[in-house]
């Protein structure tokens, strides 16, 4: 049924549960960028033609969240649709909030991905990029429901002579290390030279390609290809930005090639706001606070969705999502069944269909690791009382004071607003202890909580693959 210009009604199969083939998904997803690193979020000095295109041509979020501000945590709720606590990976021993070199860690084997929901409608999945879920053989993606991987297997700031034990940053294909190490600066071209290979492979079949680049990164200094260094007006940060925009533009243009732009869905977002790392910094304008906290530029990152013919262009849409609910969403798309277990999160396809601009959440829920800081339900944020609130990746500590924020009219948490409204701090109160029963909290554990993946006796991966040297 087409409606008013020209698109598919919110009956129609798809933005439903799929009736033909289903369609092509595309999740790209930057590395630390923040809320204002894109022209379509604001910014001037960085330029993003082809991303900024997609905003024009699709739907644009601006309440759209991590549920994390830190990397690990936040990939992992991509990939099970859950809370990191949920699934163990919000704090695990002895890595901290971010899953190392040579860790008895990763995402447990019992949880379902994603990528094997779409594989169970007859998807072919590929990652081409950088996982950090655990880099022992039990954790990789080929097994989570990825048919291939190319990529790195976490983030590029933990390289050797960073910790003993910690190799050079790899670069591998499905199980195996083919370099070590591996040059970052080509990681963006090279990532996008498989993504185009990998579409061209499968145009004829449903594929779900998710592509989480390294860029802009981790570390203090961001890099980028030859072509793309010191051409940007915000350094090296802006440097790697356009290089991802150029590889975006290239994905899109073999879409369009390919003759499968109009069945394929394309996102593209951030595992989580910038950090501040030595001045060298992106920017989460008009939001307050850095990556790696529970403020709003730590978790609340720009998210844009394009799907031509179902997607209306040019929407705007300032109800709360979250990366959880792509899995959902997803699932609903192909016609597949959600996990056995519970996860949090919800189907975006009212939204996307626009017959809605009502939130599929109750509340949205900002943790630090274990512990719950923050509760947001439609316009207001409760910064919860705390007597030690977590602040660093280290777990120093400072006293918290309650606060309420009207986000509509208060971007930057600059007012607090709770005397006023006893009846919103109330609410919000009981719906933060609803969290603490099912997700749990640095003094008490949820009922439904789950155990991160463990091994014993972890083997460094340039062990395991001795054609590689060290």
């Known amino acids: 049924m087409i409606t008013r210009r020209g698109f598919l009604s919110a009956s129609a199969a798809s933005l439903g549960a799929a009736s033909e083939r289903p369609p092509n998904i595309i999740l790209i997803l930057a590395?630390?960028?923040?809320?204002?690193?894109?022209?379509?979020?604001?910014?001037?000095?960085?330029?993003?033609?082809?991303?900024?295109?997609?905003?024009?041509?699709?739907?644009?979020?601006?309440?759209?969240?991590?549920?994390?501000?830190?990397?690990?945590?936040?990939?992992?709720?991509?990939?099970?649709?859950?809370?990191?606590?949920?699934?163990?990976?919000?704090?695990?021993?002895?890595?901290?909030?971010?899953?190392?070199?040579?860790?008895?860690?990763?995402?447990?084997?019992?949880?379902?991905?994603?990528?094997?929901?779409?594989?169970?409608?007859?998807?072919?999945?590929?990652?081409?990029?950088?996982?950090?879920?655990?880099d022992q053989p039990a954790f990789l993606?080929?097994?989570?429901?990825?048919?291939?991987?190319?990529?790195?297997?976490?983030s590029d700031d933990m390289t050797g002579g960073k910790q003993p034990g910690w190799p050079p940053l790899p670069l591998m294909e499905n199980e195996t290390v083919i370099e070590a190490p591996v040059d970052r600066d080509l990681l963006t071209r090279r990532y996008t030279e498989k993504a185009i290979e990998m579409i061209r492979h499968n145009r004829e079949r449903p594929f779900f390609l998710y592509l989480p680049h390294a860029m802009p990164g981790s570390t203090a200094a961001p890099f980028a290809s030859p072509e793309f260094r010191g051409k940007s007006a915000h350094g090296a940060w802006g440097d790697a930005i356009e290089e991802m925009d150029w590889s975006t533009g290239r994905i899109m243009n073999t879409l369009q090639e390919l003759g499968i732009d109009g069945n394929t869905l394309v996102?593209?977002?951030?595992?989580?706001?910038?950090?501040?790392?030595?001045?060298?910094?992106?920017?989460?304008?008009?939001?307050?606070?850095w990556g790696y906290t529970t403020a709003e530029g730590g978790?609340?990152?720009p998210c844009i969705a394009r799907w031509p013919g179902h997607i209306a262009p040019g929407q705007t849409c300032d109800a709360i999502g979250t990366l959880m609910d792509w899995l959902p969403t997803a699932a609903k798309l192909a016609g597949a069944k959600l996990p056995s277990r519970p996860?949090?999160?919800?189907?975006?396809?009212?939204?996307?269909?626009?017959?809605?601009k009502r939130s599929p959440h109750e509340a949205f829920y900002y943790y630090y690791g274990p512990q719950l800081q923050a509760v947001r339900a439609g316009k207001w944020k409760l910064v919860l009382p705390l007597d030690k609130r977590w602040m660093t990746?280290?777990?120093?500590?400072?006293?918290?004071?309650?606060?309420?924020?009207d986000l509509d009219t208060d971007l930057a948490e600059s007012r607090d607003v709770g005397a006023a409204n006893p009846d919103v701090v109330r609410r919000l109160t009981a719906l933060a202890e609803k969290a603490r029963q099912e997700l749990g909290?640095?003094?008490?554990?949820?009922?439904?909580e789950r155990p991160a993946?463990?091994?014993?006796?972890?083997?460094?991966?340039?062990?395991q693959n001795r054609n590689i040297g060290a």
């Open 393 to 405: 990746l280290r777990g120093a500590t400072e006293r918290g004071e309650m606060r309420l924020h």
């Open 343 to 356: 996860i949090d999160g919800k189907d975006l396809g009212p939204l996307l269909a626009g017959r809605t």
């Open 267 to 289: 996102i593209w977002t951030s595992d989580n706001g910038a950090p501040r790392h030595n001045g060298k910094i992106g920017s989460n304008l008009p939001l307050s606070g």
């Open 141 to 154: 993606p080929t097994r989570q429901g990825f048919d291939s991987y190319f990529g790195i297997p976490y």
């Open 299 to 301: 978790q609340r990152i």
């Open 441 to 448: 909290d640095v003094d008490r554990r949820g009922r439904g």
């Open 453 to 463: 993946g463990r091994v014993e006796n972890p083997t460094p991966r340039l062990l």
């Open 31 to 134: 590395d630390n960028l923040g809320y204002g690193d894109l022209g379509c979020y604001g910014n001037t000095r960085i330029r993003t033609p082809h991303v900024d295109r997609m905003a024009k041509d699709g739907i644009r979020f601006t309440s759209f969240y991590a549920s994390s501000g830190v990397c690990t945590p936040s990939r992992a709720s991509i990939l099970t649709g859950c809370y990191p606590c949920r699934v163990g990976l919000h704090l695990t021993d002895p890595d901290g909030m971010v899953i190392r070199p040579v860790s008895r860690n990763g995402l447990h084997p019992d949880e379902t991905t994603i990528a094997e929901v779409l594989k169970s409608r007859g998807y072919a999945t590929s990652i081409i990029g950088k996982w950090h879920l655990g």
